[in-house]
C-alpha cells in the first residue's frame, strides 16, 4: 500500500494543492496574496510567441525564480541553487507519471500490493492497482517538482491560487532536495516501506505547513496556529473520476499529508523551523514516531521481525516482503471500524513484517505484527476480527466504506480463544491469532484473474500458518 519511492512526489503533486480549495477543509474565503508573492498566469507563460519553447521555458524559470526566492525566505531554508521551470501539457504529465511509475517502483511490488488489498477484502477482484493510481494522478495532478531533473514542471491551464499553492509546496520540496538529499531518500529500497514512509510524511508536511503559511500570511496566520483538521483531504477525493477509487487507496495518498502536517506542526511550535530542520538531520525511523512526537523524541526503535515462512499448504515463492508500520495498519483499520477506533487498534505498534508469496496461480498473504504489550495486541486482534468478519463483497456506501462495521462486541466474542479464521468463497480463508504481544494474520491462499476469484485454502491451514508465524524458530 505504501509505494516508498521518489513516485510518492507524484502523489504529493497532485494532492499539495488540495487545501487551497473549499472542498478540502481550509476556510473557504482565501486570503489575498501581496503582488510580490503572486505568481503570473502559466497560461500567459504558455501563450509566449511561439517562435519558441525555450522563450515558454524562460518565462516558466522566471516564475519559478520569483517563488523560489518567497518560498525559500517563508522556509527560513535558503536555495542552493535554482530550479528549471517547464510547462508541458496535462497529457505530457500523465505520461510521465505512468513512466515513473513503470520504471521507479519494481512491478512485482505494484502487482503484490494490489493482491493484499484484495486479501484484506478492500479491494474488488477486478481492481487494476496500478490503474487506480493512475486514476488518480489523472484526475489531479496540476504540477510537480522532478528530483531527477531538478525541474518545476507547471500545467499549461494552472493560475492564480493553483498556481501559487503548487509553486509553494513542490518548490520546498526542491529545497530539501537541495539541503537533505530528498531524491536519495525515497528511491525504492527493499524492507523500507514504514521508513520511507516516514521520511515521505516529514516531506510533505513540511512542504504543507510551509504552504499554508504563504496562504495566510497577509492574515498574520501560520499553520501551526490552524487546527491540524484543516487538512481534511479527504474530501478534496470524492468526486469526479476519483470518485471510483476504493477508498484505501484515497486514504494512503492523503494519509502522509495529513500526519505529516501534524507532526510538522507540532515540532514548530516547540522550535519554529530550526526544529523542523533538526528532524531532517535525524530522520524518524518509522510512521510510529510521525504519529507520536512523544516516541520520536524518546528514539524509541521499531523492532525488527525475521523473515516469514510460507504456508506449507501453499505457494511457497515470496514475491514481496515489507514493514507497513502504525499508519497503514491504522488505514487498513479504519476500513473496518470508526476513524477514533481505528487509531486506537492500531497505537501501540512495535513491528511488523507482511509478505506475499505465489506460485504464478495461487497467491497467499502472511503478516506478524508485534505490539508493545499484549493489552494492545488483543486491540489489534478485535481490529483484524472486524475485518475477518465484514461481509465479502458488500456494496460499498457513497463514501466508499461499509454500510455497518461488525461491532467490536462481536469481535470480542468470536475472538474470545484468542484467535479466528472465517472461510470466504473467493479470497479464501481470513485467520488471525494471539501470542502474547504478537499477531499473526494469514489470508488466502486463493486464486485470482481480472475479473474474478476463488478460495483455494481452508481454516485449519490457515491457522496452523498464523501460529507459525508467531512461534520463534529454534535454532
Known amino acids: 500500500m505504501k509505494h516508498g519511492t521518489s513516485c510518492a512526489l507524484w ?29 503570473p498566469n502559466v497560461a500567459q507563460i504558455a501563450r509566449v510567441p511561439a517562435s519558441s519553447a525555450v522563450a515558454q521555458d524562460t ?11 518567497y518560498v525559500s525566505s517563508l522556509r ?25 511509475l513503470d520504471t521507479e517502483v519494481p512491478p512485482a511490488v505494484v502487482s503484490a500490493s494490489g493482491e493484499i488489498l484484495f486479501a484484506l477484502g478492500t479491494v474488488p477482484a477486478s481492481f487494476d492497482y496500478r490503474r487506480g493510481l493512475l486514476d488518480v494522478m489523472r484526475a489531479e495532478l496540476l504540477g510537480f517538482y522532478e528530483p531527477h531533473e531538478k ?15 503548487t509553486l509553494w509546496h513542490e518548490l520546498v520540496h526542491a529545497l530539501q532536495d537541495q539541503h537533505y538529499g530528498l531524491e536519495k531518500l525515497l528511491d525504492f529500497s527493499d524492507d523500507a516501506g514504514d521508513w520511507q514512509g516516514a521520511v515521505h510524511a516529514l516531506a510533505e508536511g513540511d512542504a504543507t505547513s510551509a504552504m499554508l503559511d504563504a496562504m495566510f500570511a497577509p492574515k ?18 470524492s468526486t469526479g473520476a476519483v470518485q471510483q477509487v476504493p477508498a484505501i487507496i484515497k486514504r494512503s495518498v492523503v494519509a502522509p499529508y495529513v500526519d505529516g502536517l501534524s507532526f510538522v506542526n507540532a515540532v514548530r511550535r516547540r522550535g519554529g523551523w530550526p526544529a523542523v530542520d533538526a528532524v531532517w538531520q535525524r530522520l524518524p525511523t ?25 504456508n506449507a499448504g501453499g505457494p511457497i515463492r515470496a514475491t514481496y516482503s515489507d514493514i507497513y508500520g502504525e499508519e497503514t495498519l491504522r488505514i487498513l483499520f479504519e476500513e473496518w471500524m470508526p476513524a477514533h477506533a481505528a487509531h486506537d487498534a492500531a497505537s501501540g505498534w512495535a513491528g511488523d513484517r507482511v509478505t506475499v508469496f505465489s506460485d504464478g496461480k495461487n497467491t497467499s498473504v502472511g503478516w506478524h505484527i508485534r505490539y508493545d504489550n499484549e493489552a494492545a495486541a488483543v486491540n489489534g486482534l478485535h481490529a483484524f476480527a472486524r475485518g475477518a468478519l465484514a461481509p465479502e463483497d458488500e456494496v460499498l456506501d457513497a463514501r466508499g ?32 491469532l494471539r501470542r502474547g504481544r504478537d499477531l499473526g494474520v494469514t489470508l488466502g491462499p486463493f486464486r485470482r484473474n481480472s475479473d474474478s476469484a476463488l478460495s483455494e485454502g481452508q481454516c485449519t491451514g490457515a491457522l496452523s500458518w498464523a501460529a507459525a508465524l508467531v512461534t520463534p524458530l529454534t535454532p
Not at 79 to 99: C, T
Not at 287 to 309: D, F, G, S, W
Open 11 to 39: 502523489l504529493s503533486a497532485a494532492f499539495g494543492v488540495a487545501c487551497s480549495g473549499a472542498q478540502a477543509g481550509v476556510p473557504t474565503v482565501a486570503p489575498e496574496l501581496s503582488e510580490s508573492a503572486r505568481s
Open 59 to 69: 518565462a516558466a524559470e522566471e516564475t519559478v525564480a520569483r517563488a523560489l526566492a
Open 76 to 100: 527560513e531554508l535558503p536555495a542552493l541553487g535554482p530550479v528549471k521551470g517547464r510547462v508541458i501539457s496535462r497529457d505530457q504529465m500523465i505520461a510521465r507519471v505512468e513512466h515513473e
Open 151 to 165: 525541474t518545476m514542471f507547471l500545467g499549461g491551464d494552472l493560475h492564480g491560487k493553483e498556481l501559487d499553492a
Open 220 to 237: 498574520g496566520i501560520r499553520a501551526p496556529d490552524l487546527s491540524d483538521s484543516v487538512m481534511d483531504l479527504q474530501g478534496a477525493l
Open 286 to 310: 518509522s510512521t510510529e514516531r510521525i504519529l507520536h512526537l512523544e516516541k520520536y523524541e524518546a528514539h524509541e526503535p521499531p523492532e525488527l521481525l525475521a523473515r516469514l515462512a510460507p
Open 401 to 432: 466504506r461499509l454500510s455497518e462495521f461488525v461491532s467490536a462486541a462481536a469481535a470480542e466474542k468470536a475472538t474470545r480463544l484468542g484467535q479466528l479464521c472465517r472461510e470466504r468463497h473467493t479470497r479464501g480463508p481470513f485467520a488471525v
